[in-house]
């Protein structure tokens, strides 16, 4: 379902302007020096409302979070969310994942989280899923030799799927499990929160790097 558009939406992004990344390009391969006080990058692929990236920024102040989303009236919302916790250790970026090479050099990220993504349900679609063979070899480039990925869904199908590209293409899986327990794994996103409250079970691994 495509989002409603929001009032005000360019004054609103305006006024978040200070989290806001314009040229995220200039900043490749120096995301850490370009913003100090920083050990670790770690990126998020789609995050929506915010609920999870402002989180884990309160939980990891050390670490520089780069939220990546292509539909700015989520993004705007989660930039808010962002602003009225004070929350200074989060850039976003209105971007689509599939440019994440042009943001971040190789082995620039430590950790890239994807959670809840578009299924893209139709066969012919399955090249545009997150965890499709294309993709997975862009995140091996830009992360760390022990760099990991976190992905959660409630989409059944869609994680039974990714297991296998991630398999075959010779990630070491762990945490994996289709009854994700209630405060593991990461603060809550709002879809998760939204399927918790429904009953529905969520699905999560860990994919890791080979050396």
């Not at 399955?126 to 409630?154: H, M, N, Q, S, V």
């Not at 945490?175 to 399927?195: I, S």
């Amino acid at each position: 379902m495509r989002m409603r558009k929001k009032p005000n939406l360019i004054p609103r992004v305006e006024r978040c302007e200070a989290l806001l990344e314009r040229e995220p390009q200039a900043h490749r391969g120096r995301w850490l020096q370009d913003f100090p006080g920083h050990e670790a990058l770690h990126l998020e692929l789609g995050c929506g409302k915010g609920r999870f990236t402002v989180g884990m920024a309160q939980a990891n102040p050390g670490v520089l979070f780069v939220a990546v989303e292509r539909v700015l009236d989520a993004m705007v919302m989660a930039m808010e969310r962002a602003r009225d916790a004070e929350v200074a250790n989060v850039r976003f970026l209105d971007f689509d994942a599939s440019g994440c090479e042009s943001l971040f050099e190789a082995g620039e990220v430590d950790r890239i989280y994807i959670n809840f993504p578009d299924p893209w349900r139709k066969s012919r679609q399955f090249k545009r899923r997150l965890t499709a063979p294309a993709f997975l070899k862009t995140y091996e480039r830009i992360l760390k030799p022990d760099g990991e990925i976190w992905f959660k869904t409630d989409n059944r199908p869609l994680f039974d799927w990714s297991l296998e590209q991630f398999e075959a293409e010779g990630w070491e899986l762990s945490e994996v499990t289709n009854d994700l327990e209630p405060g593991t794994g990461g603060c809550m996103t709002d879809y998760e929160a939204k399927f918790r409250q429904q009953g529905v079970p969520i699905n999560r691994l860990v994919a890791r790097r080979r050396r």
